[in-house]
């Protein structure tokens, strides 16, 4: 099976700007959750969604938001860029989200705020 | 609430050298506990989970982690380093409480493997 894939790999955005980052999941997983990477806070829960439904949220301002299609990829979309949200934005998918189940990550999206 | 904590944000050992990463957890229920490994540049893959059968777990490329509820942790070992395994180690917890599923990451720990 394919693994988990992110598009696009890297991506450079000036303050202000938006940005939506693209998240296809391993095939015949339904739960696809997304985390943001960085030196100083680490890895930080933002969202989970399963079944186009937003199920948990983390601890991020509105500008972070997303969505899941009906084939299970999602995408998460950042408005109003700010150069702290300059990160690594990685995607995870398990089959239904349980906490039991392990989580497959991609290669993660590098955003870079200018 | 959930929280994990990894005693050391850098540990070095030779090549050969036993490995240790130390992992402590918070949960105010029986946790599910995970490791995951970082190389470069690239997602995190996993190494090996506790789901509450034996304390003792194996996971890939060598690598081990016990269980232990008196102590709350999760501490990560590896008898034998190798050069490949140099990269950043991850623990997680999660649990059931509520709908909240999620993994909770320790801050991470660097493994520099010298030759």
């Known amino acids: 099976k394919a693994g988990v894939t992110q598009t696009p790999r890297y991506l450079i955005k000036t303050r202000g700007q938006q940005v939506t980052l693209s998240c296809s999941p391993i095939s015949g997983h339904r739960s696809v959750s997304w985390y943001q990477q960085t030196p100083g806070q680490g890895l930080q829960f933002l969202f989970e969604?399963?079944?186009?439904?937003?199920?948990n949220k983390g601890n991020f301002p509105g500008r972070f938001s997303g969505r899941q299609f009906s084939n299970s990829r999602s995408e998460m979309n950042v408005s109003t860029l700010e150069l702290g949200d300059s990160a690594l934005y990685l995607c995870?998918?398990?089959?239904?989200?349980?906490?039991?189940?392990?989580?497959?990550f991609g290669p993660g999206t590098r955003l870079l705020v200018l | 609430a959930q929280s994990v904590t990894q005693l050391g944000s850098h540990v070095s050992v030779s090549e050969g050298a036993l490995v240790l990463l130390r992992c402590n957890y918070s949960s105010s229920v029986p946790p599910y506990l995970f490791w995951y490994v970082q190389y470069p540049n690239q997602g995190l893959q996993l190494l090996l989970k506790y789901t509450s059968a034996a304390t003792l777990v194996k996971g890939i490329n060598g690598f081990e982690a016990e269980f232990k509820k008196s102590e709350t942790s999760f501490h990560l070992t590896k008898p034998s380093a190798h050069m490949s395994d140099a990269a950043e180690y991850f623990c997680?917890?999660?649990?059931?409480?509520?709908?909240?599923?999620?993994?909770?990451f320790g801050k991470g720990t660097l493994l520099t493997v010298n030759p």
């Open positions: 995870a998918s398990s089959l239904l989200g349980g906490p039991r189940e392990t989580q497959y």
């Open positions: 969604y399963f079944s186009e439904t937003q199920r």
């Open positions: 997680a917890v999660s649990d059931e409480w509520g709908s909240n599923y999620k993994l909770t």
